[in-house]
């Protein structure tokens, strides 16, 4: 998807020029938009200076109107400057409305297209077009630059959809950082039709260009194709939000960018009750990048956050992916079990005290490691978080120490007893020594604390008892030692989070500002306020619910990831999109049950995309005869199209490295996007050096990253080697193999027993 920038096949190099070309159209808006957002600022400051020049008059009216003026100027001047960077993320060209009228922003409010705006002929003119960002900015003749992403005129650029598209023609996503534009991605709302902006055709760049052109086929067929592919996605789109929405999808059907649009349709539909929050979730980083490059920031709330699977937990970010044996432990729900015991282990990992020496009343009290020992594991009998026991097994230190030291009984009147025990507790509790046992005995534990002990294979293996075997578990703590978290890991952290529990903090007084005490003009002065990023990342981390979640690629979550991402979401309504057949979960039905736990009792509403609209015929073709290996009686999504040419098999002759080389090298010369070389995942670093030099156009990915993306050719290294590296292998194959949206190749090793032609033993009829 990073790579759907070519479609056009042979006239990829023009496709190529017609994309530069329109990054360079909206760089030269952008920076006629930074122009006048400097005219803005000055004319901000400058009402600033006239207002103190206007406080020299000296006289009571002027005064106020001086406060006023400059804090009227400085608001102004704080939201210009806080939202200067990375503003523009939109644009909506539109056929001319039924009415004329224009609202304060300066765009037309008009939603559906006036008679006669498409020609008889199918061709029409764009009338309108609109820039959407953060904030609204209007040129000197008041005719609108960017409108604010709130305003009504920007709805469509949220609602819009093909079988409901309004005046929309083409919607753009336009990614820039700072002030230079990186990418425009395009969805065409009328594929059908032929429109024409100032004197040319409108130029579509991304999957919208590979709609046009299936829309504007002469083959009747083909537009029923694309309709079909509207309607069905639509219908997600808008589904009702109030339960579970399951979509079901194979390679190519646009799972993933329906979802990023159900997002943004929610939260324009019903921002308010989306102002939890929602948290879209992929599998992996390099899918994330995809993400956030399509689906704008939504506000200066924050209210939709992107995460990879590896960086759910605050603070911690996944750079491993550990063996698929090691994976299917660590995964699995035996883990929970695990973790319980690990936890209240952990206690006594810094050989804790094995006596309490304390004074009280004159006398010396002591208790000893048997006791000490009952009163732990009266403590812990409780399902409560192991952090937050603390105080009940402090308790029950201090009702252990005041039947040892015999003072119960001196006193028959019930207040007079409450009194001396009070003292007592005052007494005791004040004391060093009684801190400094605490302390030790009953340490604060947090979540990596835990998870490193568990490196250590004795102290696991005694956790673990009857859990998981032997080898699991020499293999687990092996990979615990190691610098780096995985992606496994990432779930056992937020587990552990859960068990433990985060000790109650006290609240911190709120320092008094010394400008609460000024009056007047310093009263009014507004104090820099947080910017919308600065405040979206604050809310994000803060945030550890959310009012609608979106998982992206479903299929692939754990057991102990669904109960991640379920702690998330306990309020929320789901959109829960994946394949079955692009499963790389060893335990299908164990992450359903999962799965279903997370969900909880909220009704379920399913639907299924059937066209694969990504994958040529030729592609879809071989692909299906490896889900027909990892899951017998499976249908492929039907293939919308035929490119003529088949996919290429070629054998190694000198070595695996620069087998693959050449051939990435080869189609590096045959198509004008990106190429994608994808091998088993203990091969990735390897990969890279062999494609070392050749340019950014060619990456390297092992087999479990390449879920979600596309690039416009593929390499396919070794079938056999993929297939063989976890149970799930087949299914990760059939992903592998369903990535290029124009040409695809597959390097075949001695493992893979490829016939006299090359073809793989796998792959053969």
Do not use: C
């Amino acid at each position: 998807m990073a790579a759907q920038a070519h479609r056009q096949g042979a006239v990829g190099s023009v496709h190529d020029s017609v994309r530069d070309r329109e990054i360079r159209v909206e760089q030269e808006h952008l920076d006629r938009v930074y122009r006048r957002l400097e005219e803005k600022i000055h004319e901000a400051e400058f009402l600033m200076q006239d207002a103190a020049r206007r406080g020299q008059v000296g006289t009571p009216g002027a005064l106020a109107e001086r406060d006023a003026q400059v804090f009227r100027a400085g608001i102004h001047l704080s939201r210009l400057n806080n939202e200067f960077e990375d503003f523009l993320f939109g644009r909506i060209d539109l056929l001319t409305g039924k009415d004329g009228k224009k609202g304060p922003d300066g765009a037309y409010t008009a939603i559906e297209p006036a008679e006669g705006a498409v020609r008889l002929d199918n061709t029409a003119d764009i009338a309108e077009t609109l820039h959407i960002g953060r904030i609204g900015v209007l040129d000197q003749d008041y005719a609108p630059l960017v409108i604010d992403w709130r305003a009504p005129a920007a709805a469509p650029f949220y609602r819009s959809t093909p079988v409901d598209p309004g005046r929309v023609v083409r919607r753009r996503v336009i990614r820039s950082k700072g002030r230079r534009v990186l990418g425009v991605e395009d969805d065409l709302m009328r594929p059908e039709l032929t429109a024409y902006l100032d004197g040319g055709e409108l130029p579509v760049i991304g999957d919208g260009a590979l709609m046009a052109a299936l829309g504007q086929a002469r083959s009747h067929t083909m537009r029923d194709i694309v309709a079909s592919i509207q309607a069905e996605q639509d219908l997600v789109i808008r589904a009702p939000a109030a339960s579970v929405t399951y979509v079901e999808g194979g390679p190519g059907t646009g799972k993933t960018a329906v979802a990023l649009h159900r997002a943004a349709y929610l939260l324009y539909q019903d921002r308010r009750r989306y102002a939890g929050g929602i948290l879209i979730v992929s599998p992996t980083p390099l899918l994330v990048a995809y993400t956030e490059g399509v689906l704008p920031s939504l506000g200066e709330e924050g209210q939709v956050a992107i995460r990879a699977i590896g960086s759910l937990v605050e603070g911690s970010e996944a750079t491993l992916y550990d063996s698929p044996s090691v994976a299917r432990a660590k995964g699995s729900s035996r883990m929970l079990k695990v973790l319980r015991k690990a936890a209240r282990g952990a206690l006594e990992l810094n050989d804790p005290p094995a006596r309490l020496r304390v004074v009280a009343f004159g006398r010396r009290l002591e208790l000893e490691a048997g006791e000490l020992d009952g009163i732990r594991r009266s403590a812990l009998g409780g399902t409560a978080p192991v952090n937050l026991l603390r105080p009940r097994a402090r308790k029950l230190l201090l009702d252990a120490l005041w039947e040892r030291s015999g003072a119960a009984g001196r006193h028959s009147d019930p207040e007079l007893a409450a009194e001396l025990r009070s003292s007592f507790d005052e007494d005791i509790t004040s004391e060093d020594a009684f801190i400094a046992f605490l302390d030790a005995w009953w340490p604060e534990l947090t979540p990596a604390a835990v998870l490193d002990a568990m490196a250590d294979e004795r102290r696991l293996g005694r956790w673990a008892r009857r859990i998981l075997n032997p080898g699991e578990v020499r293999k687990v703590a092996r990979s615990l030692r190691r610098e780096g978290r995985s992606v496994h890991d990432i779930a056992l952290l937020d587990e552990l989070q859960a068990v433990l529990g985060a000790p109650a903090r006290p609240r911190r007084k709120r320092e008094l500002d010394p400008l609460d005490q000024l009056t007047g003009l310093e009263e009014l002065m507004p104090v820099r306020e947080e910017s919308q990023r600065e405040r979206a990342e604050r809310l994000a981390q803060e945030r550890v619910e959310y009012a609608h979640v979106i998982v992206d690629e479903a299929q692939d979550l754990t057991p102990m990831q669904w109960r991640m991402v379920g702690r998330r979401g306990r309020h929320a309504t789901w959109t829960v999109v994946g394949d079955p057949a692009q499963s790389s979960w060893s335990d299908p039905d164990e992450a359903a049950e999962a799965r279903d736990e997370a969900l909880g009792t909220r009704p379920r509403r399913r639907f299924e995309l059937t066209v694969n609209y990504r994958n040529p015929a030729e592609i879809a073709d071989l692909a299906s005869k490896v889900l027909a290996l990892a899951m017998p009686g499976s249908v492929s999504p039907k293939a919308v199209r035929s490119t003529g040419v088949e996919p290429r098999f070629t054998v190694v002759e000198d070595t695996l490295g620069a087998t693959v080389r050449d051939e990435a090298a080869r189609l590096l010369e045959r198509v004008d996007g990106t190429v994608g070389v994808v091998v088993a995942m203990q091969r990735r670093e390897e990969a890279r050096r062999w494609l070392a030099g050749l340019g950014d156009r060619v990456v390297a990915l092992g087999s479990l990253e390449a879920k979600g993306l596309e690039y416009d050719a593929t390499v396919v290294v070794s079938p056999a080697e993929i297939a063989d590296e976890s149970p799930a292998g087949l299914r990760v194959l059939y992903v592998a193999l369903t990535r290029a949206t124009q040409q695809l190749t597959v390097v075949s090793a001695d493992r893979d027993e490829p016939d006299a032609a090359g073809i793989p033993d796998l792959l053969r009829d």
